[in-house]
């Protein structure tokens, strides 16, 4: 950390809360969050590539450990898709739900790392003060991203299981009926329910994954009062880092649960 | 909170792990899985059919078993009596021989009697004759006196 400047309980918070951002054009949407980008891509294709890599040569003879591991997740994740789902599961819902829920979990799981290490691994890397957040799901784009992605699928299964014409309809019809007087009550509704999914989908993840990083650095700044606060410090980092795990595999779990109720909804008719 | 291009970059990012995982990891996970399903299927059919046949099997046996048991106390029954026909048998043929001996050897033996009488007459005969001879000192004319002495032997 930074010792010829001041420190102070708010530099500490906001320089490990400051994303590195990277202009990309005019206008603050034409910027990159880099560290969420190389977190996120990389946990992604190193997850997923040790998954492939595990279940290329799967046997259906006796597996080894590593195949019998996958084959529990995999399992986990069919169960869940299973009671939801009963359409072909297997060409696109249940593959996908295993991404969000691997994925997710890698880039929850980024809370454990220690945030001074990371700071200054990432100082001693890049020089001082560069800014370094190794959790993608803390920030708001990616949850966002994820959950938009979820919802134009959930649009275009839709009108793939009902044409569009048949998804414009229940836009106007359902669910309180087809008489034309409540055709705007049936699409505020449906509007509002468009609206609200992404939202409470993406903001549910990030909220906790934020929060749960703003606790990991407050329980931090206690090292700044002495060694009893340091040790105190130690004491709740560690309880809350077990606590954390909770949250980071059922937030994980939800968000997945949510991208397969959605998916599931969209192509079920009312 | 501020919302820029790395939604995008990160859908797009999300996108193709998802294809990834579709494509690639599903796939064979799923395939392993449903095979080793159907032999596991295939096999517990298999002991369950072969469980089956076994039960059934011994149920013949057991049949055959009591079957054959039925025939065998039957054939040891015929062969009982059988045996104790030929015991009757061997009785009634020993009884009838014994029977035919014994009359044999009392008609030979009345036989024998009979020759030795007719013996002893005829010698008795020859005797008398002879002590008639002497008696009479003469000759007899052994034709003429036939008669007689054939009544005297008989009375002998």
């Known amino acids: 950390m930074a010792t010829e400047h001041a420190l102070t309980p708010s530099s500490y918070i906001e320089h490990h809360l400051s994303f590195n951002s990277q202009s990309i054009g ?13 977190m996120s891509v990389a946990l992604g294709v190193i997850t997923l590539g040790l998954i492939w890599w595990i279940v290329r040569g799967a046997t259906s003879g006796v597996p080894t450990k590593r195949q019998a591991f996958m084959e529990l997740v995999f399992d986990f994740v069919d169960d869940q898709v ?14 996908a739900a295993l991404t969000v829920f ?5 880039m929850n799981a980024m ?24 959790v993608p799901t803390s920030d708001i784009n990616t949850t966002f991203a994820l959950a938009l992605t979820v919802w134009f699928l959930m649009i275009f299964f ?35 329910e468009y609206v609200s999914k992404p939202l409470s989908h993406s903001l549910r993840l990030f909220g906790n994954m934020y929060a749960g990083e703003v606790i990991f650095l407050l329980l931090g700044l206690w090292a700044a009062t002495g060694v009893t ?30 991208t397969v109720v959605y998916l599931a909804m969209a192509q079920e008719s009312h | 909170m501020d919302i820029n291009f790395t939604l995008v970059a990160q859908a797009i990012a999300f996108f193709v792990l998802i294809v990834f995982t579709m494509k690639f990891v599903w ?19 298999a002991g369950e ?15 055959a078993l009591a079957v054959a048991k039925v025939k065998a106390s039957e054939i040891l029954a015929l062969a009982e009596k059988r045996a104790t026909q030929i015991v009757e048998d061997a009785k009634g043929t020993a009884k009838a021989e014994g029977d035919r001996i014994i009359t044999g050897a009392k008609a030979e033996i009345e036989q024998e009697i009979n020759r030795a009488k007719e013996g002893l007459r005829q010698q008795v005969s020859t005797l008398a004759i002879a002590g008639a001879e002497k008696i009479l000192r003469k000759e007899i004319d052994a034709k003429a006196h036939a008669e007689i002495l054939t009544a005297i032997a008989k009375e002998l």
């Open chain 1, 26 to 38: 005019n206008g603050s949407f034409w910027s990159l969050h880099v560290d969420t980008l190389v």
């Open chain 1, 82 to 95: 299973k009671n939801i789902y009963h359409g072909n599961r297997h060409a696109f819902i249940a593959p």
């Open chain 1, 102 to 106: 691997v994925w997710v979990l890698m």
């Open chain 1, 111 to 134: 809370d454990f790392l220690p945030v001074d290490w990371v700071a200054a691994l990432v100082s001693a890397i890049g020089g001082e003060h560069t800014k370094w957040r190794v």
């Open chain 1, 158 to 192: 839709a009108i793939k299981a009902k044409g569009l014409g048949g998804w414009i309809h229940e836009l106007f019809c359902s669910p309180f009926g087809t008489n034309p007087l409540i055709w705007p009550a049936n699409f505020l509704f449906n509007l509002i």
């Open chain 1, 229 to 258: 606060g340091t040790i105190a410090g130690a004491i709740l980092g560690a309880g809350w880092s077990i606590f954390h795990i909770l949250i980071v595999a059922l937030q994980a779990f939800i968000f997945m649960m949510l």
């Open chain 2, 27 to 45: 796939p064979p996970l799923l395939n392993a899985i449903e095979t080793r399903q159907k032999e596991i299927a295939d096999g517990l059919a």
């Open chain 2, 49 to 63: 059919k072969g469980r089956a046949e076994l039960e059934q099997s011994s149920k013949r046996a057991s049949e």
